[in-house]
């Protein structure tokens, strides 16, 4: 990888990772008074990218109340409010930063995506676009899982639910 190719996805990393901590995710009036991560390329500079390093990262951009959840190196909308808290235990972990538009977008979380584990495992799974993604006992604390919210269901509803790739 040449040097001018790489300097568009290390802008985004130390944006995401440098940014600050938005309190008020989904405050559609909220006044923000954090300071804006560094510049991260336009689109007309870099074309959208998948970024594994960013994954678990909740994200922001500056001029919008929009909050994603970056998976398998893509941004996913959350939804709603609803949605969020079903998810994740605050909006501490919410990252500022000037665009997402240059990371792919891997389309919304469903609405109403939950937290599940069946009776008879300790297992939990992330729901959402109609399958399961097995959530390791790490992602669910690095990510910012709410683990008091998970539902407890019978085990055949969550086999019959097809598996995604698992959150590490």
């Not at 919410?94 to 939950?114: M, Q, S």
């Not at 899982?145 to 019959?160: G, K, M």
Request: proline letters at 7%; zero cysteines.
């Amino acid at each position: 990888m040449d040097k001018q190719s790489l300097m568009p996805r290390v802008a985004v990393v130390l944006a995401a990772l440098g940014a600050v901590t938005a309190g008020a995710a989904f405050s559609a009036h909220a006044a923000t008074t954090h300071t804006p991560a560094p510049a991260i390329p336009t689109a007309a500079q870099a074309p959208t990218e998948l970024f594994p390093e960013l994954n678990g990262l909740r994200i922001k951009a500056v001029n919008s109340d929009d909050v994603y959840l970056v998976l398998d190196g893509k941004r996913h909308l959350i939804p709603s409010p609803v949605t969020y808290n079903a998810l994740f235990r605050t909006t501490d972990g919410v990252r500022l930063v000037l665009t997402t538009a240059n990371i792919t977008d891997g389309g919304p979380l469903t609405a109403y995506a939950y937290l599940a584990r069946s009776t008879d495992s300790a297992t939990v799974y992330l729901v959402s676009n109609g399958s399961k993604r097995e959530i390791t006992a790490t992602a669910l604390d690095e990510f910012g899982f709410n683990t008091a919210v998970v539902r407890t269901t019978y085990p055949s509803v969550l086999a019959a639910l097809p598996t995604a790739a698992p959150l590490t």
